[in-house]
């Protein structure tokens, strides 16, 4: 432990790693949160896929939920990780709490993943300027999943649609 209680770069370095972590542990528990409520109340020809989808996309969050708040532990930080935390930290608009037409909904979950892998990338930028390459490759990992997933779901619109 240094005796020096004025913080160094690396340690400030780290302070701004970590709350783009709990950036992301806010937003990927909202959007896992917000999948989940799809998952219930989606309506049309193709419920059963998409309620099925929406529930493997609520699993892939989680972990990435996990995988965040994990991290924040191994460099020493706390997570943020509560409901309530979420609500208030993640710049995801609100679901309508509503029945939602299939097409709405995949179109309404499409926009937050994508900003979702948007606030990724931010972080992944954020992580290289502290130098930190294991966070980065926790983002990266999960902006290529955040991609893929919503290239799931585009996958469901009728092409003049996408
Ligand atoms: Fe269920």
């Known amino acids: 432990m240094a005796t020096d209680t ?8 780290t302070d701004e790693v970590i709350e783009q ?32 989808l929406f529930d493997e996309q609520a699993l892939v969050l989680l972990a990435h939920v996990d995988l965040y708040a994990e991290r924040v532990r191994a460099l020493e930080g706390i997570p943020a990780g509560t409901v309530r935390n979420a609500a208030a930290n993640s710049p995801l608009q609100e679901l309508p709490i509503e029945e939602i037409p299939e097409i709405e909904a995949i179109n309404l979950l499409v926009d937050r993943w994508e900003q979702y892998s948007d606030g990724l990338g931010h972080a992944m930028k954020q ?36």
Not at 146 to 153: C, G, N, P, R, S
Request: aromatic share 6%; hydrophobic share 40%; no cysteine.
């Open 127 to 162: 992580a290289e300027e502290a130098e930190d390459m294991s966070t980065q490759d926790i983002f990266i990992e999960g902006q290529r999943a955040a991609d893929l997933q919503a290239y799931f779901l585009r996958s469901h619109l009728p092409t003049k649609k996408r």
């Open 21 to 52: 972590l709990n950036l992301m542990v806010a937003t990927a528990a909202d959007l896992r949160s917000q999948v989940k409520q799809a998952h219930w109340t989606v309506v049309g020809p193709n419920f059963i896929a998409l309620h099925k």
């Open 6 to 13: 004025k913080p160094r770069a690396g340690e400030q370095r």
